[in-house]
């Protein structure tokens, strides 16, 4: 089984920053990407950032220029930089982790969710 734990949301002022974490661990051989996604109330779950094996990111418009994505596969942990939060940015963010498993099967997995709330 993989687990896949975030950490790092909470309260914060328009204008200010906040760092997402995001660890799998269990049985898995590798990882393929690591992704953020975000959802609002009443809203579509929307990409947010993504990392892949190969190191290239890809970003969702609303957060380009504005958040950072990255990685340390040592610890197969990813981190989600937000600066210049907006209100609109106020969302549960999630973590989804592509896996390779020893048996070379792909395998998504979620995480449960942290709340980024962002006051005007």
């Known amino acids: 089984q993989v687990q896949v734990v975030e950490s790092g949301g909470g309260l914060v002022q328009a204008g200010g920053s906040l760092r997402l974490s995001c660890t799998a661990s269990?049985?898995?051989?590798?990882?393929?990407?690591m992704v953020w996604y975000r959802q609002a109330p009443g809203k579509q779950r929307e990409l947010v950032a993504a990392?892949?094996?190969?190191?290239?990111?890809n970003y969702g418009d609303a957060v380009k220029g504005r958040f950072t994505i990255s990685r340390d596969n040592s610890k197969n942990t990813m981190y989600l930089q937000m600066n210049s939060l907006k209100p609109e940015d106020t969302a549960v963010y999630y973590c989804n982790v592509a896996v390779v498993k020893t048996t070379m099967e792909n395998f998504g997995y979620w995480g449960q969710g942290t709340q980024v709330t962002v006051s005007s």
């Open positions: 269990g049985s898995f051989f590798s990882i393929n990407a």
């Open positions: 990392i892949f094996s190969s190191g290239s990111t």
